[in-house]
């Protein structure tokens, strides 16, 4: 599976954001994806995740009630839709991937397989 992340960029604080991150590949072998993100000095966090099937969703408490993550199974693509977003969030954005539901825990880094190529998120103050 190859993940193709895209939509960062430069917004102000209180704005909003979308991005996207396309599969292909083995794509009918997907379980789970998520975003991630790592600022400069911090360690890489979950901030949302999505089961393929069903679409069960997790999120950080950072995040929660101003971050969506969502997928279109046809386009084999998901969203993380940002809203009020301040500088806290400005960090590089990951999106992975996992064929493996036998031991998902979504929060965890390990648990994904496959990763795309970060996209910068700046927000200013």
């Known amino acids: 599976v190859q993940l193709q992340a895209s939509g960062g960029g430069l917004v102000q604080a209180g704005g909003s954001l979308r991005l996207s991150c396309a599969a292909s590949g083995r794509t009918f072998s997907i379980f789970a994806m998520a975003w991630f993100r790592q600022a400069p000095g911090k360690e890489r966090e979950c901030v949302a995740a999505?089961?393929?099937?069903?679409?069960?969703?997790y999120y950080a408490d950072s995040v929660k009630g101003r971050f969506t993550i969502s997928r279109d199974n046809a386009k084999n693509t998901v969203y993380l839709q940002m809203n009020s977003l301040t500088p806290e969030d400005t960090a590089v954005y990951y999106c992975?991937?996992?064929?493996?539901?036998?031991?998902?825990?979504?929060?965890?880094?390990?648990?994904?397989?496959?990763w795309g190529q970060g996209t910068q998120v700046t927000v200013s103050s």
């Open positions: 999505i089961k393929w099937r069903g679409g069960a969703t």
């Open positions: 992975a991937a996992t064929p493996n539901a036998a031991v998902f825990t979504p929060r965890v880094s390990s648990s994904y397989e496959y």
